[in-house]
């Protein structure tokens, strides 16, 4: 779970400076980053960084530092499917560190050789964008998207199941987001009567407290038309975070968490 990497990372720290924390903005939507600006602001910090060690004459950290910057460049050419709106990295060599994350949280792009991670930063962010359920009730199905960081780690789909009267895993999406975006609704429930909809989600409750203990999820959102939204809201035993009036389920999961936490 993030918030126990963030509790891990607040304790590690060296008597001299040997971390390397790097917040870089990805995001493409931002002006700066046009034509991959990015990467321009990656080698200009590490390049001061490295001016600056070098002034110093510490060979150590020299060489730890140029070890770090090789691994983290590496990590982001070669993964640059991955990159959302911003890049956070914490290394060492010794103590061995590794922490990555691609977010979809912007950062101020920063670079900083410590003696500890600087962790501030993330932790507003976490804040901000903690672990939490996005659920999305509809009479068809219930999809629960597993975020944290405004950034969806899971996404798993509940159906009812008519024949026994309550409600199952359909599966675990693996299909890309434009696939997701296409997919159906169940066939034969929409028409169900608006009737009893409190009742017709009972079950649902211990499935999300399940979800939420095995997640460690700190908030929980729901999202869908007023009166579903309202039923499904009523069956949980805590009240969720927020309560937002808008089928979106049959928007992309990206989508989904902009308009959730973004709103």
């Known amino acids: 779970m993030l918030s126990k990497e963030l509790e891990s990372l ?25 034509n991959g600006g990015w990467k321009i602001h990656l080698k200009n910090g590490f390049k001061r960084i490295d001016e600056y060690l070098t002034a110093s004459e510490d060979e150590k950290e020299i060489k730890a530092f140029r070890q770090l910057k090789e691994k983290v460049t590496e990590e982001i050419d070669k993964n640059m499917n991955k990159l959302r709106k911003s890049v956070v990295i914490f290394a060492a060599v010794e103590p061995e560190l590794w922490s990555v994350h691609y977010v979809q949280v912007p950062v ?7 003696n500890k991670p600087m962790t501030e930063e993330m932790e507003y962010m976490y804040k901000a964008y903690p672990e939490a359920g996005v659920i999305l009730p509809s009479y068809g199905e219930v999809r629960i998207l597993d975020t944290a960081m405004g950034d969806v780690k899971d996404e798993l789909v509940y159906e009812f199941d008519s024949g026994v009267e309550s409600w199952r895993l359909s599966k675990i999406e693996e299909a890309n987001e434009e696939q997701k975006s296409k997919k159906s609704p169940s066939p034969g429930l929409e028409p169900r009567p608006r009737t009893n909809i409190k009742q017709f989600f009972k079950g649902m409750d211990q499935v999300v407290q399940k979800l939420k203990k095995e997640r460690g999820w700190k908030e929980i959102h729901i999202s869908g ?6 039923a499904f809201a009523e069956t949980l035993r805590e009240k969720p975070a927020s309560c937002i009036y808008k089928n979106l389920n049959n928007n992309k999961a990206s989508d989904v968490i902009h308009q959730v936490f973004e709103k």
């Open 10 to 34: 607040k304790e590690f720290g060296c008597e001299d400076r040997c971390v390397l924390s790097v917040y870089l903005n990805t995001n493409p939507g931002d002006p700066q980053q046009l």
């Open 108 to 114: 101020k792009t920063s670079f900083h050789w410590e």
């Open 225 to 230: 038309e007023a009166d579903v939204a309202n």
